[in-house]
């Protein structure tokens, strides 16, 4: 179940990725969002219908159980639509009549072949070391006792994960309305898995794959018409994550060995792809990684910092235009 369930991830999350860019913006869906756009925007989506099934679970006091249900049901329905707009405008598009587009070449160069195969070596040996690593940094953690609570008693938030009786003063509102051990336990119970496969070792790749996705969204922004640059980008950031495996608070060491943890997702995959959206002024999608930072962090570690990076990119481009206007002026 679980080799089924990561061979199904992707597929589904470009279905709900390409329906939502085609409702966002339409007009240049085709032309100026890439196959990764796709990817992260499905997953992204994916987190948050697993924040919506949690919200309905939570405030019904309710099970995983009644998480799975509600889950299923909101993948469904998205799931739907998203093939109804998909392939409405895959009919529609085809009566339109379209200028013809300039291909870029598919096949690589040589030494693209080379930068592309050390990328290859050194993220596969990362996912490696995800897959079957024993180090992973759990100070100040409870993510993995708080998923094998909600398996045990099948309740959400009924109890300290840690003695197993009930919370003496309650939880934070905020801290509890966090989907990720939710939406860990969830799949841990469908894939037939132990929490501790999940959480240390599934997640983490998954995140890994994500921040590569990210990445690559960054390179483009920075290297438009360059794949030899965005390839080195790639390898060049697979190494320093490698050297950056050495101490807390470095991103490689988040990355490799905390990558289930929502501070790491979102510094790692938010974040960069934040920023690659900013760059190339893909203003439609940014409420989206904003609205999923929400759901994986708590307030104040967390909420505004996608907030902050895109209003420091606007008021840069405002300042920019605006000298540009005045220089144009003085001419």
Same mark, same amino acid.
């Given at each position: 179940? &679980?080799?089924?369930?990561?061979?199904?991830?992707?597929?589904?999350?470009?279905?709900?990725?390409?329906?939502?860019?085609?409702?966002?913006?339409?007009?240049?869906?085709?032309?100026?969002?890439?196959?990764?756009?796709?990817?992260?925007?499905?997953?992204?989506?994916?987190?948050?219908?697993?924040?919506?099934?949690?919200?309905?679970?939570?405030? %019904?006091?309710?099970?995983?159980?009644?998480?799975?249900?509600?889950?299923?049901?909101?993948?469904?329905?998205?799931?739907?639509?998203?093939?109804?707009?998909?392939? #409405?405008?895959?009919?529609?598009?085809?009566?339109?009549?379209?200028?013809?587009?300039?291909?870029?070449?598919?096949?690589?160069?040589?030494?693209?072949?080379?930068?592309?195969?050390?990328?290859?070596?050194?993220?596969?040996?990362?996912?490696?070391?995800?897959?079957?690593?024993?180090?992973?940094?759990?100070?100040?953690?409870? #993510?993995?006792?708080?998923? #094998?609570?909600?398996?045990?008693?099948? %309740?959400?938030?009924?109890?300290?994960?840690?003695?197993?009786?009930?919370?003496?003063?309650?939880?934070?509102?905020?801290?509890?309305?966090?989907?990720?051990?939710?939406?860990?336990?969830?799949?841990?119970?469908?894939?037939?898995?132990?929490?501790?496969?999940? #959480?240390?070792?599934? @997640?983490?790749?998954?995140?890994?794959?994500?921040?590569?996705?990210?990445?690559?969204?960054?390179?483009?922004?920075?290297?438009?018409?360059? %794949?030899?640059?965005?390839?080195?980008?790639?390898?060049?950031?697979?190494?320093?994550?490698?050297?950056?495996?050495?101490?807390?608070?470095?991103?490689?060491?988040?990355?490799?060995?905390?990558?289930?943890?929502?501070?790491?997702?979102?510094?790692?995959?938010?974040?960069?792809?934040? @920023?690659?959206?900013?760059?190339?002024?893909?203003?439609?999608?940014?409420?989206?990684?904003?609205?999923?930072?929400?759901?994986?962090?708590?307030?104040?570690?967390?909420?505004?910092?996608?907030?902050?990076?895109?209003?420091?990119?606007?008021? &840069?481009?405002?300042?920019?235009?605006?000298?540009?206007?005045?220089?144009?002026?003085?001419?």
């Amino acid at each position: 179940m &679980l080799a089924l369930v990561a061979v199904a991830l992707f597929p589904l999350s470009w279905l709900l990725g390409n329906a939502l860019i085609l409702i966002v913006d339409h007009q240049r869906a085709k032309t100026e969002y890439h196959w990764e756009d796709r990817l992260l925007a499905g997953i992204f989506m994916l987190i948050g219908l697993a924040e919506g099934a949690h919200l309905g679970a939570l405030v %019904r006091g309710q099970s995983v159980s009644a998480f799975t249900k509600y889950y299923f049901l909101l993948l469904s329905v998205a799931g739907a639509l998203s093939c109804v707009i998909s392939a #409405t405008c895959f009919l529609t598009g085809k009566k339109q009549a379209t200028a013809p587009k300039e291909k870029q070449a598919l096949t690589l160069e040589k030494r693209e072949i080379w930068i592309l195969a050390a990328f290859l070596v050194l993220a596969g040996a990362q996912l490696f070391g995800i897959l079957f690593q024993t180090k992973v940094y759990l100070d100040y953690d409870l #993510t993995l006792e708080t998923v #094998t609570e909600f398996l045990r008693a099948d %309740r959400l938030y009924g109890a300290n994960p840690m003695t197993g009786l009930p919370y003496e003063q309650g939880m934070p509102s905020r801290l509890k309305i966090l989907c990720l051990p939710t939406l860990y336990a969830f799949l841990t119970k469908i894939c037939h898995v132990t929490p501790e496969w999940m #959480t240390w070792h599934f @997640i983490p790749a998954v995140t890994l794959a994500a921040a590569y996705l990210a990445y690559l969204s960054l390179a483009r922004a920075l290297f438009p018409k360059e %794949r030899f640059l965005r390839l080195l980008f790639l390898a060049v950031t697979a190494l320093l994550l490698i050297v950056g495996d050495y101490g807390y608070g470095m991103e490689g060491f988040g990355l490799l060995h905390a990558g289930f943890q929502g501070t790491t997702i979102r510094g790692a995959v938010l974040m960069p792809y934040l @920023i690659g959206l900013c760059l190339r002024k893909k203003w439609r999608l940014a409420p989206l990684v904003i609205l999923t930072e929400v759901c994986l962090v708590w307030t104040l570690y967390g909420l505004g910092m996608g907030i902050a990076v895109t209003a420091i990119f606007l008021v &840069l481009g405002g300042i920019r235009s605006a000298l540009l206007r005045r220089k144009e002026g003085r001419t």
